[in-house]
């Protein structure tokens, strides 16, 4: 009985360590199995934050070069305000060099000079005054010397075109007789001499273009009115040559 009693509770000792063991192999494979759901859950959240994260960089980017853009733009109105500055500050200094010019030139029968206020001049309302361009004139002191209605007047621009064109072709040109104007207003040789500013324009300042395109083409709307259009662009060709 005894034997039997201790084969029992060995055999209930052996039971129990089974049980035991198989407990803990349960507690591992649930350790194991919440182990893979927390790696596959974190690589779940990783591969949705990843577009976020990319798109958060493509804001950057797009903002970086937005704000760089913006950044040029002023940078360029700066330098056009600027721009703007000194052309009206040149324009200014040539006023007052023209203005101081014009009263320095000595009228024809005339001692004193247009400044001088001890001899008064009388000029008719048809008469004009203006003081010659210098051969070194810019392009400012070009379109400055152009009178009101778009004529440039053959004394005031003679020292310019002879030192661009050759004098013996500039004088054949101003000595033609067979060329008429239709406005008495204007004379021939000052319409040859716009011509011949026109010209010279185009040959010699093709870059600041911008800067003479109105005064030009405002001259030869007057030039082809007083002479034709054909014989204007006969004129324009015939200078080209020279």
């Not at 400044?115 to 048809?126: E, W």
């Not at 361009?133 to 010397?145: D, F, K, N, R, T």
Request: proline share 3%; net charge neutral; hydrophobic share 30%.
């Amino acid at each position: 009985t005894q034997k039997r009693r201790k084969v029992k509770e060995e055999s209930e000792k052996e039971e129990l360590s089974d049980d035991d063991d198989d407990e803990e192999e349960d507690q591992e494979e649930n350790v194991a199995t919440q182990l893979n759901s927390r790696n596959n859950r974190s690589k779940e959240i990783k591969s949705q934050l990843a577009p976020s994260v990319w798109t958060r960089e493509e804001t950057k980017q797009s903002r970086s070069s937005k704000i760089s853009k913006n950044a040029d733009k002023k940078e360029k109105k700066m330098r056009k305000l600027k721009k703007m500055d000194s052309n009206q500050n040149k324009l200014e200094e040539n006023k007052q060099e023209i203005i101081s010019r014009s009263e320095a030139t000595p009228v024809p029968g005339l001692s004193a000079g247009l400044g001088s206020a001890k001899a008064p001049i009388s000029l008719s309302k048809k008469e004009i005054i203006v003081a010659p361009i210098l051969p070194s004139a810019g392009v400012l002191e070009i379109a400055q010397g152009q009178l009101v209605s778009g004529l440039w007047k053959k004394a005031q621009v003679y020292a310019l075109v002879t030192q661009t064109f050759p004098n013996n072709k500039v004088d054949d040109l101003f000595s033609q007789t067979s060329i008429k104007s239709s406005d008495a207003k204007y004379s021939v040789e000052d319409l040859l001499a716009t011509v011949l500013i026109l010209v010279l324009l185009e040959r010699q300042f093709t870059k600041e273009s911008t800067e003479w395109m109105l005064c030009a083409r405002k001259a030869k709307k007057l030039v082809q009115k007083s002479l034709g259009v054909e014989e204007t662009n006969k004129l324009i060709e015939q200078i080209e040559q020279f």
